[in-house]
């Protein structure tokens, strides 16, 4: 209008839609100081989860007391259950079920010890985990979102990584 004195215009801001469903969030393509660029919405990538903010972050917890006892369990699980069938088909005692026994024991520790070193970080024995927030943390596939209630976005991944 003539007369106005001349505003200047709001730059252009780039506003993304927000991610749907709870476990939905945008990954980090790249950081420049402070400034971060995100992907689009999806599926975070293992080892990670989303923020308040829909952003996947990676998982920098350490386990606490009933994760390492799950963790245990699970481990502890196939020699259980090689030792269980050593028994049931070796009949009689002999001295080839103790050989198998102990070969099974060495067996489930060299995998165990190489799982832990091929995870992330690779090439160490520590273990990176998320905390679990709610119960729905353990059905992330229950959460999946049907923006139109005909197509559902898969979203699901390990919220309570590495459980």
Request: proline share 6%; hydrophobic share 40%.
């Amino acid at each position: 209008f003539p007369g106005n004195t001349a505003r200047a215009l709001p730059a252009a801001v780039d506003i993304q839609p927000a991610c749907l469903g709870l476990y939905c969030g945008r990954t980090v393509l790249s950081v420049n100081g402070s400034v971060e660029t995100y992907g689009d919405c999806g599926v975070c990538p293992r080892g990670q989860r989303t923020d308040d903010n829909k952003i996947c972050r990676e998982c920098m917890g350490s386990p606490d007391r009933y994760d390492w006892l799950y963790l245990g369990f699970m481990a502890m699980l196939p020699l259980v259950l090689h030792w269980f069938f050593i028994e049931w088909y070796s009949g009689k005692k002999s001295s080839s079920a103790v050989l198998q026994h102990l070969t099974a024991l060495l067996e489930c520790s060299v995998a165990a010890v190489v799982t832990l070193l091929l995870s992330d970080p690779v090439g160490s024995l520590h273990i990176r985990s998320c905390r679990v927030k709610k119960l729905s943390d353990w059905y992330t596939m229950l959460y999946n979102p049907s923006p139109d209630y005909v197509t559902t976005v898969h979203c699901t991944h390990e919220a309570v990584y590495p459980l």
